[in-house]
């Protein structure tokens, strides 16, 4: 009996329906006495075709944007206090690119930067924030804002409201 690729071809896919569960008991025996070769070769094989790797993740990236977001938003929410302790390690140990990020961003950002810090200051001086009080009592004053006492930002808050009152009903 003469054998054709193509008898041979049914034979295996035939063998390998019948076979599943042994045919990956198999695989998963060899992966685990060969995760060492397995591991070089998949990191030889990455660094041949870096380019071609890189460019199908890019385009496949592309095609996915809200996938892999949302992925990454997942990764980080349940990752959040690990993420955290990683990222002040590194900026300990990389004062000096913090530090000339921050200058860079700064420089190219000045106009965004003055429009939000204006902003953010009418919000607390229209909403009477903690911050902003604290700021009033320490002006032209020597000593840190975590000094001051709550009860003495309550009454400050409480005079410049009647103060706003009293300005009010003038006008």
């Given at each position: 009996?003469?054998?054709?690729?193509?008898?041979?071809?049914?034979?295996?896919?035939?063998?390998?329906?019948?076979?599943?569960?042994?045919?990956?008991?198999?695989?998963?025996?060899?992966?685990?006495?060969?995760?060492?070769?397995?591991?070089?070769?998949?990191?030889?094989?990455?660094?041949?075709?870096?380019?071609?790797?890189?460019?199908?993740?890019?385009?496949?990236?592309?095609?996915?944007?809200?996938?892999?977001?949302?992925?990454?938003?997942?990764?980080?929410?349940?990752?959040?206090?690990?993420?955290?302790?990683?990222?002040?390690?590194?900026?300990?140990?990389?004062?000096?690119?913090?530090?000339?990020?921050?200058?860079?961003?700064?420089?190219?950002?000045?106009?965004?930067?003055?429009?939000?810090?204006?902003?953010?200051?009418?919000?607390?001086?229209?909403?009477?924030?903690?911050?902003?009080?604290?700021?009033?009592?320490?002006?032209g004053r020597h000593f840190k804002t975590n000094e001051i006492p709550k009860e003495l930002i309550e009454l400050k808050r409480v005079q410049?409201?009647?103060?706003?009152?009293?300005?009010?009903?003038?006008?």
């Amino acid at each position: 009996m003469a054998t054709t690729k193509y008898c041979k071809k049914e034979y295996n896919k035939k063998y390998q329906e019948d076979n599943k569960e042994k045919i990956a008991a198999r695989k998963k025996k060899y992966r685990e006495n060969n995760k060492e070769k397995i591991t070089e070769y998949a990191a030889q094989y990455r660094e041949k075709n870096k380019q071609d790797l890189n460019k199908k993740n890019r385009e496949k990236y592309a095609e996915n944007k809200e996938h892999y977001r949302e992925k990454a938003r997942e990764f980080h929410a349940l990752n959040k206090e690990n993420n955290n302790t990683r990222h002040r390690q590194w900026k300990k140990q990389n004062i000096c690119k913090v530090a000339d990020y921050n200058r860079n961003y700064k420089d190219k950002n000045k106009s965004i930067l003055s429009e939000s810090k204006h902003t953010q200051r009418q919000f607390s001086k229209e909403n009477l924030t903690d911050l902003y009080i604290k700021q009033l009592l320490r002006h032209g004053r020597h000593f840190k804002t975590n000094e001051i006492p709550k009860e003495l930002i309550e009454l400050k808050r409480v005079q410049i409201q009647i103060k706003r009152l009293i300005e009010g009903k003038n006008q």
